[in-house]
């Protein structure tokens, strides 16, 4: 998962590779191509999210528990 926010986030600038817990920001650009990553390497089709929700995903962690939220038979828990 972190590999994967590593690289939805490229643009973002980070003194340290990102882990699990990295505060991150998911824009509606880094959405788009974390869905794009989502289906290619997983064949995961995944929607654009309601209102509010991008401002809750703000670190791998956070994207991983809302991925299992959305589809727990594809997704393992996240903590």
Known sequence: MTEIIAKCTALQ??????????EIV???????WLQHLLE????FELEPPDSGVLETL???RSVH???AE????RF???D
Do not use: H, M
């Open 76 to 78: 393992a828990a996240a």
């Open 58 to 60: 703000n670190s791998a």
């Open 13 to 22: 600038v980070f003194d340290a590779p990102i882990d699990y817990d990295t």
């Open 26 to 32: 998911i824009d509606s650009f880094s959405f788009v």
């Open 70 to 73: 959305l589809s727990p038979d």
């Open 65 to 67: 528990r809302y991925l």
């Open 40 to 43: 290619e390497r997983f064949g």
